[in-house]
C-alpha cells in the first residue's frame, strides 16, 4: 500500500511540475505576442503624430505665404486709394 501511495504521490507531483512548465511557457508566449502587439500601436501612434506634425508645419508654411500675399495686395490697394484721393484733391481744387 505504501508503495502505491509513494506512486501516486510521486505520479502527481511529476504532473504538477510539468504543468507549470507549460503554464509558464504559455504565460510567456502570451506575454511576448501582447508585448508585439502593443509596439505594433505605437509605431502607428507615431507614424500618425510624425504625419500630423508635417501636416501643421505645412499649414502653417502656407498661412504665412498667404497672409504675406494678402499684405501685399491690401498695401498696393491701399496705394493706389491714396493715388486716387489726392487725385480727386487736386481735381477739386482745379
Same mark, same amino acid.
Not at 508503495?3 to 507549470?20: D, G, Q, R, W
Given at each position: 500500500?505504501?508503495?502505491?501511495? #509513494?506512486?501516486?504521490?510521486?505520479?502527481?507531483?511529476?504532473?504538477?511540475?510539468?504543468?507549470?512548465? %507549460? /503554464?509558464?511557457?504559455?504565460? &510567456?508566449?502570451?506575454?511576448?505576442?501582447?508585448?508585439?502587439?502593443? *509596439?505594433?500601436? %505605437?509605431?502607428?501612434?507615431?507614424?500618425?503624430? &510624425?504625419?500630423?506634425?508635417?501636416?501643421? *508645419?505645412?499649414?502653417?508654411?502656407?498661412?504665412?505665404?498667404?497672409? *504675406?500675399?494678402?499684405?501685399?495686395? %491690401?498695401?498696393?490697394?491701399?496705394?493706389?486709394?491714396?493715388?486716387? #484721393?489726392? /487725385? &480727386?484733391?487736386?481735381?477739386?481744387?482745379?
Amino acid at each position: 500500500m505504501n508503495k502505491i501511495f #509513494i506512486f501516486v504521490f510521486i505520479l502527481f507531483t511529476i504532473a504538477e511540475f510539468s504543468s507549470c512548465g %507549460l /503554464r509558464e511557457k504559455a504565460e &510567456q508566449k502570451i506575454n511576448e505576442k501582447i508585448d508585439q502587439t502593443v *509596439d505594433e500601436k %505605437l509605431k502607428k501612434i507615431d507614424s500618425a503624430l &510624425q504625419n500630423t506634425g508635417t501636416m501643421l *508645419d505645412t499649414m502653417k508654411n502656407k498661412s504665412f505665404e498667404s497672409m *504675406d500675399s494678402v499684405k501685399y495686395k %491690401l498695401d498696393s490697394v491701399s496705394k493706389e486709394i491714396k493715388e486716387m #484721393i489726392d /487725385r &480727386q484733391k487736386e481735381l477739386l481744387k482745379k
